[in-house]
């Protein structure tokens, strides 16, 4: 019987760990003992209804709250009292949710803004005018112009330009119409050739389930359900994300059992929540 770790990529050492994280908003417990493993080119998908915790989640992986209790390690060491902009520099970046791009920039200037705290790496400037073509004919141009998908495609650049080795990506479809979530969705495999490893939140199940190493179901601050697309049901994926019945008990904090056995499932094709769901 494979141990959980044995069928995941880079077995041994996760690039990142959370550990019984548990993060606080005042006296709302936003997070309560969160756990899971991240490991080198895996696309982690954090899923989750709207105050599930998610961007919680990614923020305190960034830096920006911090924990009442728990750790995030990072290749191997403990960052959970670092800096924001020191674990940048070790190439934790995040591509916040709503973009937070500067809008009176020019397209250029916002790229040279990511690469304030950039570590050396592949991604360039210029790789990112190579990846988006029409980035350099408008670098030019005044930000707050560009369409909600060409923000969005920014400030992937932004952060890659930076060189992250871990990318956290906070709903980068939300507003946005499909076909130019598949755009941006579709950068994944360039992006993910250059070595990097994603972690990111999506609102959008079916989306998070096409593209997913893992998957993560956040309901209310804690986990309820945790493993590979392949091995989770749509059923046990929705009754997870609305916290329906006993799929909450099939959840295992982070690793353990990866999850519910129920198998064929046929999970990506069968209307989980989400579908549809966002314009
Ligand atoms: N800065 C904050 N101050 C107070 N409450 C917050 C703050 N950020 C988030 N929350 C609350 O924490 C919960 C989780 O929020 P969030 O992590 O943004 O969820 P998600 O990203 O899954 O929608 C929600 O109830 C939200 O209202
Ligand atoms: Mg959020």
Not at 165 to 176: H, I, K, N, T
Request: net charge neutral.
């Amino acid at each position: 019987m494979p141990s959980a770790a044995a069928d995941r990529p880079g077995n041994g050492t996760p690039l990142l760990e959370v550990s019984s994280l548990v993060v606080h908003h005042g006296q709302l417990r936003a997070l309560d003992a969160i756990s899971l493993r991240v490991f080198p080119g895996e696309v982690y998908a954090i899923i989750g209804a709207n105050g599930a915790g998610k961007s919680t989640l990614l923020r305190t992986i960034a830096g920006l709250h911090h924990p009442t209790a728990g750790s995030v390690r990072f290749d191997g060491e403990d960052v959970s009292r670092v800096r924001p902009e020191r674990r940048a520099k070790r190439g934790i970046v995040m591509v916040p949710e709503a973009r937070r791009l500067f809008g009176s920039l020019s397209v250029q200037e916002n790229l040279l803004v990511g690469a304030t705290y950039a570590r050396p790496g592949p991604w360039t400037i210029e790789r990112v005018y190579e990846m988006f073509g029409w980035m350099r004919e408008r670098r030019g141009q005044r930000t707050a112009q560009l369409s909600g998908g060409e923000q969005q495609a920014l400030a992937i650049g932004r952060a890659l330009v930076a060189n992250p080795r871990v990318l956290l990506l906070d709903e980068v479809s939300l507003g946005l119409a499909p076909v130019v979530v598949q755009r941006i969705y579709g950068m994944l495999p360039q992006i993910l050739a250059t070595g990097l490893t994603v972690l990111l939140v999506e609102q959008d199940v079916s989306q998070a389930l096409r593209v997913a190493t893992h998957i993560h179901c956040l309901l209310e601050g804690r986990t309820t359900l945790a493993g590979k697309p392949a091995d989770v049901t749509a059923g046990q994926v929705e009754a997870a994300y609305f916290g329906l019945g006993p799929a909450a008990a099939a959840a295992d904090g982070a690793e353990a059992a990866d999850t519910p056995g129920a198998a064929g499932g046929g999970s990506a094709d069968a209307a989980p929540p989400g579908e549809g769901s966002e314009p």
